[in-house]
């Protein structure tokens, strides 16, 4: 299992931009694919991007088609959620997590990101 450890959240406001890290231990990160999630307050957590682990294939949820972009840099072990245009509807706990194939996510403590109107 990989230990995941987010960074780089915190208050912006609407409109503004974020890149969320998340770094990896281990030496078999490039196996991993990996995820982003997020819970807002009183929500459920939802995906709302994911990518391969060669890199080669990323897939985001409707709600932030063409504001987020999720990278990998397989030689630092780390994977990027660059968020752009905020909206205050993008306040939650954001997670990264990580698995092999098909199996359960494996997942970050998260970082908190709070949207100001």
């Known amino acids: 299992q990989v230990q995941l450890v987010e960074s780089g959240g915190g208050l912006v406001q609407a409109g503004g931009s974020l890149r969320l890290s998340c770094a990896a231990s281990g030496r078999t990160f490039s196996r991993y694919n990996m995820g982003w999630f997020r819970q807002a307050p009183g929500k459920e957590r939802e995906l709302v991007a994911t990518?391969?682990?060669?890199?080669?294939?990323?897939w985001y949820a409707d709600s932030v088609k063409g504001r987020f972009t999720i990278s990998r840099d397989n030689a630092k072990n780390t994977v990027y959620l660059q968020i752009n245009r905020l909206k205050p509807e993008d306040t939650a706990v954001y997670y990264c997590a990580a698995r092999l194939g098909a199996t359960p996510w494996n997942w970050g403590q998260g970082t908190q990101v709070t949207v100001s109107s």
């Open positions: 990518i391969r682990w060669s890199g080669d294939s990323t």
